[in-house]
């Protein structure tokens, strides 16, 4: 023994190496174990799916969209290893259609199969939102369609939502989000409509749907930058707080216009798709399979519940406009579909935040270590049915400035924002 410790001591640097090779072996090897072992459970779990009875005489059929592209071209592999299989298992009838170019998700949509039972986003926020504006445009506001989630991005927010893990490109996120489209099990959720405000000269241009929200200026900058600084490990994400760029010195100035929240009127009957399907007279019990599986739906949630008839109900400050002038350095508008908010449910509404004005690299590090580990900080935050953003900030010349949709960039225009009360149908666990 004091000879190995001796042989040990003496060649310290391959005993280091050594010992860390060997560290890697065993973590490596217990991972395996480990999604071997879940993989194991859950193909057995997906085949009970599959050896249930068909109903109404026929398949169940799925569409998937992948984005091959997705977290530096590894969405594909993680879909066929840890999607697809289960997918299978459970007797789904599946179609993929892969996406080969930005946009291409919205016009896959127009010639998807009609007889399809669910859509399936296999891809990050950009995917997502690709399809959701895709469907909303060309088969309505009100989504019939359910859609599937499975986070196969780089960032992948609704998935984070809807399953309530951390890390949603893990195997276990992507392996939950397949067995919840599996089981079936469905709940709706708010959407926006994004349009723009256009002179009467300009040509008017089809809306943008999203389902998380927008961010607009300091640190919708600092979390794009994160990934710049991959090669510092954990502590890159805290990098672009100390090397800000010029980020310090842009100012958001602009004019919000909104109203209030409202939980059904006269005013906003006509814009709510989801009021019109109140009547008794329209609802019907669905025998889809995902309605048999989770013995629910969007449609049936109203049955049992008295018929309220919202053309007839009065609201004076539904139709009320308000206007604000804002100067900061960061706002951003979020749905209620975030389940870390403590928002009010009862009245469907977007949420606008102001941040602090952050005007010192003091400033920047103090708030900026609170944004990453404890949330956006806000001074301000307006609950709204619809908003108008007019910015007034000038651009310097040949300086593109940038908001994001959904995590996807556009650039800063004058727009409307009007929330869609469940207006999605997800599955969810």
């Known amino acids: 023994m004091v000879k190995l410790i001796e042989t040990l001591?003496?060649?310290?640097?391959?005993?280091t190496l050594g010992v860390a090779v060997l560290a890697y072996g065993i973590n490596y090897g217990l991972n395996s174990f480990e999604l071997g072992s879940m993989m194991r459970s859950v193909c057995?779990?997906?085949?009970?799916?599959?050896?249930?009875?068909?109903?109404?005489?026929?398949?169940?059929?799925?569409?998937?969209?992948?984005?091959?592209?997705?977290?530096?071209?590894?969405?594909?592999?993680?879909?066929e290893n840890y999607c697809a299989p289960l997918l299978y298992l459970s007797g789904a009838y599946v179609s993929i259609i892969e996406t080969e170019r930005e946009g291409h998700g919205r016009d896959i949509i127009k010639k998807i199969d009609p007889k399809t039972d669910a859509v399936i986003v296999a891809g990050g926020d950009g995917t997502l939102s690709e399809i959701i504006t895709g469907l909303m445009r060309y088969k309505g506001e009100l989504c019939k369609i359910p859609i599937g989630v499975l986070p196969l991005g780089k960032t992948n927010t609704l998935a984070k939502r809807l399953y309530g893990v951390e890390d949603s490109t893990s195997y276990s996120g992507m392996v939950n989000a397949t067995m919840a489209i599996i089981e079936g099990k469905t709940k709706t959720i708010d959407a926006f409509r994004i349009e723009l405000l256009q002179s009467m000269e300009e040509e008017a241009k089809p809306p943008v749907y999203g389902v998380g929200g927008i961010e607009w200026g300091l640190w919708r900058h600092i979390k794009k930058q994160k990934d710049a600084f991959w090669y510092l490990g954990p502590f890159g994400k805290y990098a672009p707080l100390i090397f800000p760029g010029n980020a310090l010195e842009k100012e958001i100035t602009a004019k919000v216009r909104y109203t209030k929240p409202c939980s059904g009127c006269s005013e906003c009957y006509s814009q709510r798709p989801d009021l019109m399907i109140q009547s008794p007279t329209q609802q019907q019990v669905g025998s889809r399979w995902w309605n048999v599986l989770s013995l629910k739906n969007r449609r049936l949630q109203t049955q049992g519940m008295p018929f309220v008839d919202y053309s007839k109900i009065t609201n004076p400050e539904c139709s009320t406009v308000e206007e604000i002038s804002v100067k900061?350095?960061?706002?951003?508008?979020?749905?209620?579909?975030?389940?870390?908010?403590?928002?009010?449910?009862?009245?469907?509404?977007l949420l606008l935040s102001i941040a602090p004005k952050t005007k010192y690299q003091g400033d920047l590090l103090f708030d900026g270590y609170k944004f990453l580990n404890e949330g956006k900080p806000s001074v301000g935050k307006i609950e709204m049915k619809q908003l108008e953003i007019r910015p007034e900030t000038e651009k310097p010349e040949g300086d593109e400035e940038n908001l994001s949709i959904d995590n996807e960039d556009f650039e800063v225009r004058p727009i409307r924002v009007t929330v869609l009360p469940n207006a999605v149908n997800v599955f969810c666990p």
């Open 44 to 79: 057995a779990e997906a085949v009970k799916h599959g050896d249930r009875p068909i109903t109404e005489g026929k398949p169940r059929r799925v569409t998937v969209i992948l984005n091959p592209a997705s977290n530096n071209r590894k969405s594909k592999k993680n879909f």
């Open 9 to 15: 001591r003496n060649h310290w640097k391959k005993s």
């Open 328 to 349: 900061t350095s960061d706002l951003s508008v979020v749905t209620s579909n975030d389940p870390f908010l403590e928002l009010d449910k009862e009245k469907p509404h």
